[in-house]
Nanobody, 122 residues
Framework: QLVESGGRLVQTGDSLRLDCTAS????????MAWFRQASGQEREFVAA????????NYADSLKGRFTISRDNAENTLYLQMNNLKPEDTAIYYC?????????????????WGQGTQVTVSS
């Protein structure tokens, strides 16, 4: 089970950290990712991190502003978001996959959280 938290209303330029806490499985076995879905739009990839935390991958448009990390001892995934913009407004989801490598299709993610709303006001 994955549970996201940390989403809230912020202003343009603010920073925010999202957490995703895992339970009921071997968290360290899975590669993890963040996705987001804005109202009326398709869900899109944000970032992914390998099971060890040793490597990560980002959507090109978000590189430099967002940082994904994980603490396997705490069974927690993080997304640090800096210099937030109104276009970052979305529901953010964490997801887990046993598939190795980057570019994993959404349907290969076997567990999803319920999402947390991030709203960035202009």
């Amino acid at each position: 089970q994955l549970v996201e938290s940390g989403g809230r209303l912020v202003q343009t330029g603010d920073s925010l950290r999202l957490d995703c806490t895992a339970s009921g499985g071997d968290f360290s076995y899975y590669a993890m990712a963040w996705f987001r879905q804005a109202s009326g739009q398709e869900r899109e990839f944000v970032a992914a991190i390998a099971w060890s935390g040793g490597s990560s991958n980002y959507a090109d448009s978000l590189k430099g502003r967002f940082t994904i990390s994980r603490d396997n001892a705490e069974n927690t995934l993080y997304l640090q978001m800096n210099n937030l913009k109104p276009e970052d407004t979305a529901i953010y989801y964490c997801a887990a996959t046993a598939v190795r490598g980057w570019g994993v299709p959404e349907d290969e993610y076997e567990s999803w959280g319920q999402g947390t709303q991030v709203t960035v006001s202009s």
